[in-house]
Nanobody, 121 residues
Framework: VQLQASGGGLVQAGGSLRLSCAAS????????LAWFRQTPGKEREFVGR???????LYADSATGRFTISRDNAKNMVSLQMNHLLPEDTGVYYC????????????????WGQGTQVTVSS
């Protein structure tokens, strides 16, 4: 499956952004989808995931502020980010896994190219 993330940008602290990830190439509904983020010098960090059935799991830092949704008919997964903080700054990646495993980056098989999110204080 090929993934293409979009929607990043510059936003002030307290603001909102919505990231989207379009998928193509395989049956989208078969995949577990996730968002990760990465800052320079750090490993890719789990943000949240959504299962085939719609069940979600979020990192503690995202719980209550971020929402992942998927539209299988449109082959799209989204990440709605509210109440953004400067520490949310990073490159955000969407990822797909054919089976439900863990929340490490190595548990995901396919990756989009990343979209930059910058939150100013």
């Amino acid at each position: 499956v090929q993934l293409q993330a979009s929607g990043g940008g510059l936003v002030q602290a307290g603001g909102s952004l919505r990231l989207s990830c379009a998928a193509s190439g395989e049956t989208f509904s078969n995949y577990v989808l996730a968002w990760f983020r990465q800052t320079p010098g750090k490993e890719r960090e789990f943000v949240g995931r959504i299962r085939r059935t719609g069940g979600t799991l979020y990192a503690d830092s995202a719980t209550g502020r971020f929402t992942i949704s998927r539209d299988n008919a449109k082959n799209m997964v989204s990440l709605q980010m509210n109440h953004l903080l400067p520490e949310d700054t990073g490159v955000y990646y969407c990822a797909a896994a054919i089976s439900l495993r863990g929340i490490q980056s190595s548990d995901y098989d396919y990756w989009g190219q990343g979209t930059q999110v910058t939150v100013s204080s």
